[in-house]
């Protein structure tokens, strides 16, 4: 299934590093009663994601926490390890932003996001994304085209909700 606005999203486990390292966190029980954006990205410290696309949410944050978003997420196809260095290198873990590891892709896939980029040492890697998701459910998905940041950024994700 490929992610769609009005869809429920399926169960998966996500890894975040918590007090006592690498934590399980469940996709269902984390958005279960709460109005949550979640975006996806190919990979953490790549140039694209670490320019334009984390940033976008770093800078609307507040805007969206104005509109009731209990949380912003993040899901790369990365380590629980690479997830945490980076939010510390570019300040979106300071900023609120949570870094959510996909470590084997299995959420990714899931949702139908997942790509390969051979020549780039890309496999299984997720497509760039951004959804507003309300108790479980998608309210808006959006979903750049291959090569694009345009769509799935915070400001347009803003725009659309």
């Known amino acids: 299934m490929t992610i769609s606005e ?6 998966g486990t996500l ?5 006592n390292g690498a934590e399980q966190v469940s996709v269902a029980e984390r958005l279960k009663g709460r109005k949550v954006v979640v975006f996806g990205l190919p990979g953490a410290f790549t140039s694209t994601c670490s320019t334009a696309h984390l940033p976008s949410f770093m800078r609307t944050k507040s805007k969206f926490d104005a509109k009731g978003v209990d949380e912003i997420i993040c899901i790369s196809v990365n380590d629980p390890f690479v997830m945490k260095a980076w939010g510390e290198a570019t300040g979106a873990t300071k900023a609120g932003i949570t870094l959510a590891a996909d470590a084997d892709g299995a ?5 139908g996001m997942n ?3 051979p020549h780039l040492g890309f496999f299984g890697r997720s497509k760039r994304y951004a ?15 291959s090569g694009e940041c345009n769509i799935s950024t915070g400001e347009a994700l803003l725009e659309a909700i």
């Open 6 to 11: 009005g869809a429920a999203l399926p169960d």
């Open 107 to 111: 959420f990714t896939k899931a949702i």
């Open 131 to 145: 959804a507003l998701i309300e108790d479980g459910v998608a309210k808006v998905v959006q979903i750049d085209k």
């Open 15 to 19: 890894l975040v590093m918590g007090d």
């Open 115 to 117: 790509f390969d980029v």
